[in-house]
């Protein structure tokens, strides 16, 4: 079992940048798959990100391609949403989440317990 803590949060002017950070527990973080996800107010939770857990490939929902960067750190346990360009309809709750190995449907096992990012215009 895994346990996920989100930080990097918070209020930022559109155009700037956060990096969001996904701490987790455990000694065998660089088999997990992981995703960032985020939920707006009123609407459904969505994609943003994943990273695989073998060769690190990423994945991205078209809305941020260019502007967001997922990557790992296996030694710290760690994986990092750089988040450029920010909009305000980037503003949302992000939850990091978890899958030992693969990942089908983007389904994950584990979640962290989200960080707010507020991008005011």
């Known amino acids: 079992q895994v346990q996920l803590v989100e930080s990097g949060g918070g209020l930022v002017q559109a155009g700037g940048s956060l990096r969001l950070s996904c701490a987790a527990s455990g000694r065998t973080f660089s088999s997990y798959t992981v995703g960032w996800f985020r939920q707006a107010p009123g609407k459904e939770r969505e994609f943003v990100a994943h990273?695989?857990?073998?060769?690190?490939?990423?994945d991205y929902t078209d809305s941020v391609k260019g502007r967001f960067t997922i990557s790992r750190d296996n030694a710290k346990n760690t994986v990092y949403l750089q988040m450029n360009s920010l909009k305000p309809e980037d503003t949302a709750v992000y939850y990091c989440?978890?899958?030992?190995?693969?990942?089908?449907?983007?389904?994950?096992?584990?979640w962290g317990q989200g960080t707010q990012v507020t991008v005011s215009s």
């Open positions: 989440a978890a899958q030992n190995g693969p990942t089908y449907n983007r389904k994950y096992d584990y």
């Open positions: 990273i695989w857990y073998i060769g690190s490939s990423t």
